[in-house]
């Protein structure tokens, strides 16, 4: 079924049909004004406010989505809720020919606890659903916390895991919490399942080891014993501001000594970096102020940021070193796992 519908020169025809018609009454000069506008604003090059033409498939099991990604190929786009998707559309940076979506699979929707698992999070759970989740907030509340922290409400209502996931954009807020949290994540394609552990899905701005035809359909936060973890996100506004860094830690402490350490960065490379100098060197070693500051000067050893529009290499490097330290007494002195 073709749902979108472009066609500049529309505007023109209407605008003359309009201009040239016998009858002058006021409501056709409101008309003129308003699709002229319209025009104007296309000629300017401004966002696109209409899509370009695409079929929508709405299939109703995981395997029928597989194929229909397989069969369409590189021209066909999953779209789940549609926040970064239709943007790119709009905008013209994508144009995908066949749009898959997945509103119909409510078994990608599901928060649940699988004992010898761990916690099941669907692909299609939405950022708000991670924020209220009973499961989530009684056994690692710090992944409500980074959902709460990700863009504004409507975004949060729309947006999911899997399409925070799949945009590999290096800024996404769940990866990090995800990677700290060991997390693995089930694709699953015409030729079956796989599981891989998250933070070996990236390979670089946008791009995963996911083939056309597959999906992700789950992630997995298996059963561990961190006592404590944080995210914390510096963005340039309160709300609906991407990650200008982000850090993730999970630690394990037992009478004052680092068993475990886990430490993620988000934003400061081509994917999310998982700190394993930073996470090594904390490993055996007793809680004080002077550690948890070497472990952040170890951590901005392991990123390599980027100057851009929202901050240069060098802030980005030393907000590193803070928020790695923040984070570490943060989940040492509070716990939140
Ligand atoms: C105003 C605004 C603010 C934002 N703020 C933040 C923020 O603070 N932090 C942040 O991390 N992000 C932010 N985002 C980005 C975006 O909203 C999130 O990344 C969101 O989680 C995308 O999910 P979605 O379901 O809308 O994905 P969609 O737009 O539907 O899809 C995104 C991509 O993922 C693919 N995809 C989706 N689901 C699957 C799946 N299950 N399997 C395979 N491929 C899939 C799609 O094909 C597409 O390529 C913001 C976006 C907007 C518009």
Redesign the pocket.
């Known amino acids: 079924m073709v749902i979108g519908h472009r066609s500049k020169c529309i505007y023109q025809q209407i605008i003359r049909m309009l201009q040239f018609s016998e009858e002058g009454d006021a409501e056709r000069q409101i008309v003129v004004k308003f699709v002229m506008q319209v025009d104007n604003y296309l000629k300017r090059g401004g966002e696109n406010v209409y899509l370009p033409d695409f079929e929508y498939y709405t299939p109703d099991s995981i395997a029928e989505a597989c194929q229909l990604l397989s069969q369409f190929g590189a021209s066909a786009?999953?779209?789940?809720?549609?926040?970064?998707?239709?943007?790119k559309m709009k905008k013209e940076l994508l144009a995908p020919e066949v749009l898959v979506s997945?509103k119909n699979l409510d078994q990608?929707k599901k928060i649940e606890y699988v004992p010898g698992r761990g916690v099941v999070i669907g692909?299609?759970v939405t950022?708000n659903e991670l924020v209220k989740s009973e499961v989530l907030n009684e056994k690692y509340s710090s992944v409500s916390n980074a959902a709460q922290?990700?863009?504004?409400n409507q975004?949060r209502n729309?947006?999911?895991?899997?399409?925070?996931i799949?945009?590999a954009?290096p800024?996404?807020?769940?990866p990090p919490i995800f990677i700290a949290f060991n997390a693995t994540v089930k694709l699953t394609g015409v030729n079956g399942e796989r599981t891989l552990a998250l933070e070996d899905l990236f390979t670089g701005p946008g791009k995963t080891v996911?083939t056309q035809d597959?999906?992700?359909?789950e992630v997995v936060i298996p059963d561990q014993k961190m006592t404590g973890s944080n995210y914390i996100k510096f963005?340039l506004r309160k709300s609906?501001?991407?990650?200008v860094v982000g850090v993730a830690v999970a630690v394990q402490v037992e009478n004052n000594v680092i068993k475990d350490a886990r430490v993620a960065l988000g934003a400061v490379a081509a994917t999310p970096v998982r700190a394993k100098k930073t996470e090594d060197f904390l490993k055996g070693k007793e809680v004080s102020d002077e550690l948890l500051a070497e472990a952040g000067f170890i951590a901005t050893g392991e990123c390599k940021p980027i100057s851009d529009i929202r901050a240069s290499a060098e802030y980005r490097t030393d907000l590193v070193r803070v928020f790695t330290k923040r984070a570490l007494r943060k989940a040492i002195d509070e716990g939140h796992v």
């Not at 922290?149 to 504004?152: G, T």
């Not at 729309?158 to 925070?164: D, I, K, L, R, S």
């Not at 800024?171 to 769940?174: E, M, P, V, Y």
């Not at 597959?214 to 359909?217: M, N």
């Open positions: 786009k999953v779209i789940a809720g549609g926040t970064d998707l239709v943007n997945i990608l692909a299609r950022h922290q990700m863009a504004h975004v729309a947006g999911t895991v899997g399409g925070n799949c945009n954009v800024s996404a807020d769940l996911m597959e999906l992700i359909t963005g609906g501001a991407l990650a």
